[in-house]
Structure formats: C-alpha cells, structure tokens
C-alpha cells in the first residue's frame, strides 16, 4: 500500500519536473534575446519531449524489460512473455529519429548563429532585427 | 515589465498548467501505462518470429527492427534531413580552405593527456564498432555507434590540435566522400532485393528484408548460427559510416581559424 502510495508520487513529481522544464524552455526560446540562449532552451525543449515520449513507452508492471529477445528459437510460451514483459518498442524508434532531427536542426542553426556573429558582430535578437538589407 | 511581457508569461504558464491538467485527466492515457498498444504488440511479436516467416524481421532487437525495416523509408528521409542540415553547413564554409601546420609536436595538450588519448582512440572506434554491428542483437545501432566514433575526432582536436587530422590525412572534403558513401550504401540496401527481383524476373518492394508471400527474396537473416537480422547489419553499418564522417566534417569545420573564416566570410 505504501510502495504503491510512493511509486505514484513519485511519477507524478516526475511529470510535474517534465512539465515544469517545459516551461523553462518555452521562456527561453521566447524570452532570451541572445541567440545561442534560445538554441540551448530549444535543445532542452526537446530532450525533454524525447524524456516524455520514454515515459510513455515505459510499462508500470514488474519484472519489465528492454525490448530484446534474449533467444534465437522462441517457442510460443517465449513469445508471450517477451510480449508482456517488454516495454513499448515504437516511442524508443520515434525518440531515435526525434534525436536525429533535433540534432540536425540545432546544428543548422548553430551554423548559422555563428555566422550572424561573424557579420554582424552580435547575437541578440533585437540587434540583429534592426538590420536592413 | 512591458504589459506584453506579463502576458507572455501569463500565457506560458496557462500552456503548461493545461497541458499538465490533460495529462492528470489521462488526455494521454494512464501513464505509465499497465498494457502496451495493440501496434506495439505486433511489432514484438513479429520481431523475431519463426511461426510467422513472411512478416517477421528475423533480429532480436526491436527497436532497431522498427527504425530499419517497419518504419525503414522514414529513417532513410530522416538520414537525408541530417545530410541536408551538413551540406547546408558546408555551404556557410564555401571558399575556407584548412590549414595544414606540420609540426603539431609542440601544440595540443600535455604529454601525459596525448599518451592517454592514443589508447582511446584505439579503443573508441573499437566500441563503436561494435555497437553498430551488434545494433540487430542488442540496444544500439548505426546512430549510435556513428555519435561513440565522433568522440575520436572532438578528442584528437582539443587533445592535439586542430593540425592533427588534416595532416593525418582526413579532410573536409575526404569526410564528405565517406558520408556520400554511407549515404549510398543505405540507398543501394533499400533496393537491393528490388534491383535483384528485376534481374531474375520475380517481385519484391522497395525496403524489402524477408521474404513475403508474393515476394520470395530474402536478405540472409542466419549465417553459421549467427544472427544478422538481414538488411538490418548493413543498413546499421552503413549509418555508422554516415554518421561518424557527418560528424567529423562538423567538428572539422568548426576548428578552422577564426581569423581565416572571418576574413573570407567579409572579403566575399
């Protein structure tokens, strides 16, 4: 009962630190003006998406496994408690490609931070606004 | 405080208690979840599955089995955002050509820290290596694998200096031809049963791994009790490849002079 009491606290405070680093991230990409503090309040962003997507993923049952199946000839019986006892395969895949894109992005927009600096000596948002041309 | 910045902070606080408020209700289910979706129970089940031959995967690993062969034409677009994202990279460097300063003997850092580093790079590529071949067998694979190699490259730059792998014989452009190639290495993969099905005159699909009813090529899955997990090895290596040089020609780029991109950038 009170294991059961705990684990539930215990989810629900790690929901709420997500939700609450949500928060932080949406403020600094809106907030900042300084362009490299808005790429890292992006990253954080969505590393913690790819955290909540695990999350789902994950099974509240025990024992719970990765999803690898642990023999080369599974019979049925085999199976059937890879099947119940692993955790949700399909958001570990979508984190992986989410990871790729996220990276993908920030890299380009890294890229083109550090050039907005070579040329105009500046990474805040409301200098570089001010540019014509 | 401006009365738009209040209402900013109003509205970023009302986004996250709302969302916060959905998931409470179960907008998302119950969370963690006790079952697993119906999807994911096909997945597992047909991840390795000798009662099923015409739509398992034949590897042990399922996350790897949806990444490259379920869901394999949207990791293959997902390979080529990343390409894009370095080419695009490449593009802002246009005219910056690397230094190749002979003796790095004097630059980097300490003895100690160089000696301690030529271990480890023999050691990394090592590990890495061995993630991406084993990615069909346990947690791991191409991206992974590419991401442990690209340590080599951060750790021969700060450890030695930015000479080192120019003058070791890696360059920009060397890095872009090895990425090309693991790039073409997964599109040969992905069609490969398809360019042999035209040949021998039977059918198959694009992204094909086993065979399937109306389609009776197969990657080998099994060779002298070892599992390959067929298309899987080679599109787990290939990614590697893709990856580990996408990262070099970044961390490449990025350790070129200052000055020396500063001054091509405004000369034009």
Do not use: C
């Not at chain 1, 024992?63 to 399909?90: G, Y």
């Not at chain 2, 697993?36 to 790897?64: D, G, H, M, Q, W």
């Not at chain 2, 003058?167 to 069609?191: E, P, Q, V, Y």
């Not at chain 2, 699909?205 to 009776?216: G, M």
Request: hydrophobic letters at 55%; charged letters at 15%; zero cysteines.
């Amino acid at each position: 009962m009170i294991e059961e009491y705990l684990e539930k606290i215990l989810w629900t405070y790690m929901f709420f630190v997500m939700i609450a680093t949500f928060g932080v991230s949406i403020y600094g990409i809106v907030f900042r003006p300084n362009m490299l503090k808005k790429i890292i309040a992006l990253t954080i962003f969505g590393d913690t998406a790819n955290v909540f997507m695990i999350f789902i993923g994950y099974r509240a049952i025990y024992p719970i496994k990765p999803p690898v199946l642990w023999t080369s000839h599974p019979d049925k019986n085999v199976l059937n408690t890879f099947v119940s006892q692993s955790i949700d395969p399909v958001p570990p895949a979508l984190v992986i490609t989410a990871i790729v894109i996220n990276m993908a992005i920030t890299l380009l927009i890294t890229f083109l931070a550090i050039q907005a600096y070579r040329l105009y000596g500046s990474l805040d948002v409301r200098d570089l606004s001010k540019l014509k041309g | 405080m401006k009365k738009a910045d209040v209402f900013v902070i109003a509205s970023i606080i009302v986004f996250i208690l709302s969302l916060a408020y959905i998931t409470a209700l179960g907008g998302l289910g119950p969370l963690p979840p006790i079952n697993v979706r119906r999807i994911a129970i096909n997945y597992l089940n047909l991840t390795y599955n000798t009662f099923t031959p015409y739509l398992t995967v034949f590897a042990l690993e399922s996350v790897t089995s949806i990444v490259w062969d379920f869901r394999g034409l949207d990791t293959l677009y997902e390979t080529a955002v990343f390409y894009a994202a370095i080419i695009a990279s490449i593009a802002l460097y246009r005219g910056v050509y690397m230094d190749f300063k002979k003796n790095t003997e004097k630059t980097g850092l300490s003895p100690i820290a160089k000696t301690v580093t030529r271990i480890s790079l023999i050691l990394i590529p090592t590990v890495s290596a061995s993630v991406a071949l084993h990615g069909h067998l346990t947690p791991g694979g191409g991206f992974q694998a590419g991401s442990i190699a690209t340590v080599v490259i951060v750790l021969s730059i700060i450890i030695f200096s930015r000479y080192f792998l120019p003058i070791h014989g890696l360059s920009k452009n060397k890095a872009l031809l090895f990425r090309s190639i693991g790039l073409l290495g997964i599109a040969i993969t992905s069609i490969a049963l398809l360019l042999i099905a035209i040949v021998l005159g039977v059918n198959a699909y694009i992204f094909q791994n086993q065979a399937k009813i109306d389609a009776p090529l197969s990657f080998p899955s099994l060779v002298d009790n070892y599992i390959l997990g067929g298309s899987l090895l080679f599109f787990n290596l290939f990614e590697f490849i893709a990856v580990a040089f996408g990262f070099t020609i970044v961390f490449l780029l990025l350790s070129i002079s200052e000055e020396k991109v500063k001054k091509v950038t405004m000369d034009g």
